[in-house]
T-cell receptor
């Protein structure tokens, strides 16, 4: 699975958009970009995933660059409850494959 | 999203005892479940892959005789920490896959084990 690089921490003001970057320059054509987050002392929560098109759901938007070497997770209106560690993971799809977690980005939403 | 439930959410035990943690997929069948361990201020580390009806596959460095995994049905996998020691104190998290085509994983709430 391709390696990802994320900033270790970010702050965001409550109510503003949080933009979390992820670099995955060695991504292969059949690898998806997944985003998960982990609120303190809880299990990770699936947010969104995509292959090459931008994706949006009720939680967030995922913007993938045309060359697929980087992506950005956007939380449009961050709340205090969005404070968490956000993980960007790249891997081939398939139910029998695990997720390999890196260090992630600690997002702190400030009041 | 799909629901994965773990029990217990926290447990305290004495050194030398065994502890069982259950992981259930509540609204779907999971042929494969994954067990992770997370130490304070660290990321999740995969311990083993649990396959229904067959032996689990353990990651390098994880003792299969110490961390017993059973996946007897399509909705239940168990992790038993045998002869627990204080260094086994950690946050144990299971996950299961919902969709075979895109393979997003759903995680349990985690089980915090403290060994005295």
């Amino acid at each position: 699975d391709a390696k990802t690089t994320q900033p270790p921490s970010m702050d965001c003001a409550e109510g503003r958009a949080a933009n979390l970057p992820c670099n995955h320059s060695t991504i292969s054509g059949n690898e998806y970009v997944y985003w998960y987050r982990q609120i303190h002392s809880q299990g990770p929560q699936y947010i969104i995933h995509g292959l090459k098109n931008n994706e949006t759901n009720e939680m967030a938007s995922l913007i993938i660059t045309e060359d697929r070497k980087s992506s950005t997770l956007i939380l449009p209106h961050a709340t205090l409850r969005d404070t968490a560690v956000y993980y960007c993971i790249v891997r081939v799809a398939g139910s029998a494959r695990q997720l390999t977690f890196g260090s992630g980005t600690q997002l702190t939403v400030l009041p | 999203g799909a629901v994965v439930s773990q029990h217990p959410s926290w447990v305290i035990c004495k050194s030398g005892t065994s502890v069982k943690i259950e992981c259930r997929s509540l609204d779907f069948q999971a042929t494969t479940m994954f067990w992770y361990r997370q130490f304070p201020k660290q990321s999740l580390m995969l311990m083993a892959t649990s396959n229904e009806g067959s032996k689990a596959t353990y990651e390098q460095g994880v003792e299969k005789d110490k961390f017993l995994i059973n996946h007897a049905s399509l909705t239940l996998s168990t992790l038993t920490v045998t002869s627990a020691h204080p260094e086994d104190s950690s946050f144990y998290i299971c996950s299961a896959s919902l969709a075979a085509n895109t393979g997003e994983l759903f995680f349990g709430e985690g089980s915090r084990l403290t060994v005295l």
